[in-house]
């Protein structure tokens, strides 16, 4: 049920989130100066277009549900489908999910507490509220969800107007000295770049969220594409017109010491209604959480109809008929996250294990190539995009290790391959004792939640 439109504004509504309020700080903080910091959020709007592009293809070519899952078991088998739906069950989607509500709790809480950083528990407190009302939004409708995401993709819409329009009007006004020897000073390294690439693509995460919810489009031949040449783009504009802005109001310097960079954009330029600022930034970022957590769910969904997570997962509810079980999972775990979460480690140790898949699934497009030439493809890349989209991803997984090395990455790394004992013991040999453990767990579950296969 969910058409061309709906499709735009759950891509612009998903990517459209925390990240341009929160990333800025740390692109800059990443390279050292404006010019080389507006070179990053173009070109990552590139590398996000072209990486969704091959994401079209596949999406055309294998029409299922749950992302890059069902590619990885067409391309590479079951053992690297399984991996990843482990790794984004456990790490990359909860962990995405609470950066996006740490970061709706820091904004929301910011105008309480002037001059000073708010308290963590409260902060902590506001994100875990966050994650439950959205749990419960998105498992009791698909429609409710649905319309959810429309009306925050409007007002998030209204934000980012606000922000364009406001700088277009101080450049018009001459208020350009922040721009004057812009490569002055900037810090460029291999591990720089790669890290401001890294904070700069978790701003567009969320390119490929259409891919999750292929069975639920309209005529996805033609929407799927449509919706990422036009969404992406915009987004692109967006963001660098909203870092101009930025940059009218503020120096680098000034850009580094904020606490939240649009709340002081909101207080120099919007005085007295600044407040409108942290109000429609909160709508906006829950606008984010809302569109990933409805897409993860279909994830959870696909990976437990195939037999690779617990059976109760990919049941649906008998009333609403949504993936109810797999929307709780992923919220309990989620606000795990948030008790140790520190927002720039979270993003880090996230785009790392995320963009091992992303590269894993674009090299499944080139390698079905030449083993799968029967699949029909309605769309068809050229296969130079694919290649560039595949080598920036290895360079953004070994950046980050040779440059800074921390043992945040070697956890990561381990946790995936962690994965593979998980696999050979209950997915592989198909253990008796397990299945006795989980069927009255999964029978009581069943009863409490009405949910059924």
């Not at 740490?102 to 000073?116: D, I, Q, T």
């Not at 140790?349 to 030449?370: D, E, H, N, P, Q």
Request: charged fraction near 10%; glycine fraction near 6%; hydrophobic fraction near 50%.
């Amino acid at each position: 049920k969910v058409g061309l439109i709906s499709g735009i504004c759950m891509i612009v509504g998903t990517i459209i989130g925390s990240g341009i309020f929160v990333s800025p700080k740390s692109v800059l903080a990443s390279v050292g100066a404006v010019g080389p910091c507006l070179t990053i959020w173009a070109a990552c709007g590139i590398l996000a277009t072209l990486g969704a592009l091959c994401f079209a293809e596949l999406g055309t070519m294998i029409t299922k549900s749950g992302g890059e899952y069902p590619y990885l078991m067409e391309a590479f088998g079951p053992i690297p489908a399984f991996l990843f739906s482990w790794t984004s069950l456990l790490v990359t989607k909860p962990s995405s999910f609470a950066i996006i509500c740490l970061s709706f709790a820091e904004y929301a809480s910011a105008p309480f507490y002037p001059g000073c950083e708010p308290p963590q528990v409260v902060i902590k407190c506001l994100a875990a509220a966050a994650i439950v009302i959205i749990t419960i939004v998105n498992s009791l409708s698909v429609k409710l969800g649905s319309y959810l995401q429309n009306f925050l993709t409007a007002t998030k819409l209204i934000i980012v107007t606000i922000i364009v329009i406001s700088g277009i009007v101080l450049l018009a006004q001459g208020k350009t000295e922040n721009f004057k020897d812009s490569f002055k000073d900037s810090k460029i390294s291999v591990s720089s770049v790669g890290l401001a690439f890294y904070n700069g693509l978790w701003a567009y995460d969320g390119w490929n969220q259409l891919n999750y919810i292929t069975e639920e489009l309209k005529n996805p031949y033609r929407n799927l594409p449509l919706s990422i040449i036009i969404g992406i783009p915009l987004v692109t504009v967006c963001y660098v017109l909203i870092n101009i802005s930025y940059f009218t109001v503020m120096t680098s310097t000034e850009l580094l010491q904020s606490q939240a960079v649009a709340v002081t954009f909101g207080d120099r330029v919007l005085y007295p209604a600044s407040w409108i600022v942290p109000l429609f930034v909160a709508f906006s970022t829950i606008g984010s959480a809302n569109g990933t957590c409805f897409t993860t769910g279909r994830l959870v969904y696909v990976a437990g109809r195939e037999g690779h997570m617990l059976k109760v997962l990919s049941y649906i509810s008998v009333k609403h008929l949504t993936p109810a079980p797999a929307i709780i999972f992923y919220g309990a775990v989620a606000i795990i996250y948030i008790i140790p979460g520190d927002i720039n480690t979270l993003i880090n140790y996230f785009s790392f294990a995320v963009w091992i898949f992303y590269g894993l699934t674009i090299l499944a497009l080139i390698v079905m190539r030449f083993t799968r030439k029967e699949l029909r493809r309605p769309i068809r890349i050229p296969i130079i995009i694919p290649v560039i989209v595949t080598i920036a991803s290895i360079l953004l997984v070994l950046a980050p290790i040779i440059s800074a090395p921390e043992l945040a990455y070697l956890y990561c790394v381990l946790f995936i391959l962690s994965g593979l004992i998980v696999y050979v013991l209950f997915v592989h040999f198909k253990f008796n004792w397990p299945q006795k453990i989980s069927k009255p767990i999964t029978m009581h579950l069943q009863m409490l939640l009405e949910v059924v296969p």
